[in-house]
């Protein structure tokens, strides 16, 4: 894969099943492309190179998105298979950073958060600041998500059991943690059910409407 030192690495998870739902997320048709390469395109003017989780429908999930990566994607995008995705999202999460154990930051994100804008990840990356080991978006007085972490952290990550998610790691004496106010209510969303999936098509709709 291509390097470029100055920016970090982007993380997707894209291993469940999405069993609150009646579709598969990662794959569900966004003005002609699966939600997931949407994510993936965005991330990728504020990455250095991107790494899909996968693990439910992993085949289907690569037979998808290569082909429509854009030339300039095909040698930074690589899929990554959790083989005990069914145990839970955190599995997921530390696969992903074994991989990726080599960066200095990763730029973590979730599969179903395809909401958020393509000027909000330049924004986050540049708040990025050596005084701090994990940066986090700050909308409407919430903690919100895609987190900026350093490599300081990965090892408790992706090597320690006790921990079932990344808010127990959050609370850590050793995480120097910068919440970063922003503007972009899409930080916010998750698309975890059909309700939510509607809501986010009126939302996109009402956006377009002059």
């Known amino acids: 894969m291509s390097t470029n030192q100055s920016l970090p690495d ?12 009646n579709r598969f997320k990662p794959l569900i048709g966004l003005q002609d492309k699966p939600l997931l390469l949407h994510i993936i395109e965005k991330m990728s003017t504020s990455c250095n190179t991107i790494t899909v989780v996968t693990g439910f429908r992993h085949d289907e999930i690569v037979s998808t998105i290569s082909p429509l990566l854009k030339p300039e994607l ?46 909000f990840y330049k924004e986050f990356v540049s708040q990025i600041e050596r005084s701090y080991n994990w940066i986090q978006p700050r909308c409407e007085g919430r903690n919100a998500h895609p987190i900026l972490i350093h490599n300081s952290l990965f090892t408790l990550i992706y090597e320690q059991n006790e921990f079932q998610s990344l808010r127990d790691i959050s609370r850590l004496p050793v995480v120097k943690k910068k919440l970063w106010g922003c503007s972009y209510p899409g ?7 059909d309700e939510d999936w509607e809501k986010f098509i009126t939302s996109q709709t009402s956006d377009a409407t002059p």
Not at 10 to 21: H, P
Not at 98 to 117: K, M, N, Y
């Open 74 to 119: 095909q040698t930074r995008v690589q899929f990554v298979y959790n083989a005990s995705f069914a145990e839970g999202m955190y599995g997921s999460l530390k696969t992903g950073f074994r991989a990726l154990q080599e960066s200095e930051w990763v730029l973590f994100h979730f599969v179903d958060q395809p909401g958020i804008p393509a000027p």
């Open 187 to 193: 930080v916010l969303m998750d698309i975890d059910t």
């Open 10 to 21: 982007g993380l997707i998870l894209s291993a469940g099943f999405s069993s609150r739902m």
